[in-house]
Nanobody
Framework: QVQLVESGGGLVQTGDSLRVSCAVSGGTFNNYAMGWFRQAPGKEREFVAQINWNAINTYYADSVEGRFTISRDNAKNTVYLQMNSLKPEDTAVYYC??????????????????WGRGTQVTVSS
């Protein structure tokens, strides 16, 4: 059974940085494309970033491009999301998700077969 566990969320101020992590167990992490999504109160879940299985390609939502960086360590079965210049509108529960091959549409939640339970990120103004 594939399990994803996020960590590293917290309360920060506008302009601060934060790194969230997602540890994956029970599956073949090296084969997965990994994504980060977020959901703010009263809003739909939205795509944040994706990294392909070999870390060659990364993709970002326009709202985080240039501020967030997704990375992965295949030796540790872990994917990271480094968030810089945080804004109050970045406040959300952040979820990581795994997409095993064959890979689907990267920004679509339905593409991802496995999900974590999320970690709360709150940015105060």
């Amino acid at each position: 059974q594939v399990q994803l566990v996020e960590s590293g969320g917290g309360l920060v101020q506008t302009g601060d940085s934060l790194r969230v992590s997602c540890a994956v167990s029970g599956g073949t992490f090296n084969n997965y494309a990994m994504g980060w999504f977020r959901q703010a109160p009263g809003k739909e879940r939205e795509f944040v970033a994706q990294i392909n299985w070999n870390a060659i390609n990364t993709y970002y939502a326009d709202s985080v491009e240039g501020r967030f960086t997704i990375s992965r360590d295949n030796a540790k079965n872990t994917v990271y999301l480094q968030m810089n210049s945080l804004k109050p509108e970045d406040t959300a529960v952040y979820y990581c998700a795994a997409d095993p091959p064959p890979f689907g549409i990267r920004w679509a939640g339905a593409t991802y077969a496995f999900w974590g339970r999320g970690t709360q990120v709150t940015v105060s103004s």
